[in-house]
């Protein structure tokens, strides 16, 4: 067994700024709501009705605003023991948690919870050895191109700002024996110089932007040569060994304490902050066409080198987070 590749000095200083460059946006005010792009849209929807809302579209992850539950596209309000997803925005507790034999256990009826569904709407493949499709890690927190379908190869690796941030296991997280891949720490609440009304001002963001864990996806192991020009990791459109030129994003399933506005960001390469998808449910579809960003600017995927979790901080409160990522699929 080899050791992991774990991330380059530079490549784990952009990982770390990923999340002050994209606050930079947002000016020396903050306001801590969700950004315009955070909340999900649909086709559906009307001024006359908004999405979540009690007879109107749900969201496009299936999930409704408190109490309401999704039917045929619609929220409504249901009695018994039918339970709706919470809006967007706040932190969720997963109500049950992952068994070897691929059924879930542990409901907690206090808990908030978030309505389950088929992450990727798509039956897993196999190819005719029997590799799975899905992306895991082996106890050295690498995951071999040998092991999964597809060929994806990289260290996983978990990293926080310079103060205010914790997170565990560190320096990359590892799977448990059912698989799962897990962290957990806290993040706290951004000094400001003055606040009025939820405006924040002067606050430091430079070194109180959050944690993040992530992994790379085609990076060369120890009998391979690296890329050319000093990199260390391919992007998705130059890794030689694996064809990616139809992948189209991530599916995977989250159970745990997951702090509001986790995101998850496509990392490109040469670039300080990259467009995410954010997570609003316990069974996470995130595509590459439907990545959000502060600006106009569209995700490069030809330039992809990396899947990343970014737990962010905000001004307004600290935050923990405890929480595993399993059945992690990529779609094509």
Request: glycine residues 8%; hydrophobic residues 35%; aromatic residues 10%.
């Amino acid at each position: 067994m080899f050791a992991p590749i774990l991330p380059p000095k530079r490549a784990l200083q952009r990982a770390r700024i990923a999340a002050l460059g994209a606050l930079t946006w947002l000016g020396a005010c903050f306001e801590d709501v969700s950004e315009p792009n955070d909340e999900p849209q649909s086709s559906t929807s009307s001024s006359m009705c908004m999405v979540g809302a009690e007879t109107c579209g749900c969201y496009p992850n299936g999930t409704c605003n408190d109490g309401l539950t999704c039917l045929s596209e619609f929220c409504v309000r249901v009695t018994g023991d039918a339970t709706g997803g919470t809006g967007t925005g706040s932190s969720f507790t997963s109500a049950s948690t992952p068994t070897s034999d691929g059924t879930e256990t542990g409901a907690d009826p206090t808990s908030t919870t978030l309505e389950s569904q088929d992450a990727s709407g798509e039956d897993a493949t196999t190819a005719p050895d029997d590799l799975p499709a899905q992306i895991v890690a082996n106890a050295d927190g690498w995951t071999s191109r040998t092991e999964n379908l597809h060929g994806f190869q990289g260290a996983w690796f978990t990293f926080t700002s310079p103060f205010g941030a914790t997170i565990s296991p560190t320096p990359a997280w590892t799977p448990t024996t059912l698989g799962e891949m897990c962290v957990s720490g806290t993040v706290d609440q951004v000094p400001c110089t003055s606040s009025y009304s939820g405006i924040y001002e002067g606050c430091d963001y430079e070194n109180y932007w959050g944690a993040g864990a992530g992994l790379h996806l085609c990076a060369p192991d120890a009998d391979q040569d690296p890329p050319p020009d000093g990199e260390v990791n391919y992007t998705i459109s130059e890794c030689p060994w694996a064809d990616l030129a139809d992948l189209r994003g991530f599916s995977f399933r989250i159970a745990g304490q997951v702090p509001p506005d986790t995101r998850v960001v496509f990392r490109e390469r040469d670039y300080v902050s990259s467009p995410y998808v954010v997570v609003h449910s316990t069974a996470v579809t995130a595509l590459f066409q439907d990545a959000q960003y502060f600006t106009d600017r569209l995700l490069e995927v030809e330039n992809i080198v990396g899947l990343e979790l970014t737990l962010s901080a905000s001004p307004a409160e600290s935050r923990s987070f405890d929480f595993c990522i399993y059945d992690l699929t990529p779609l094509f």
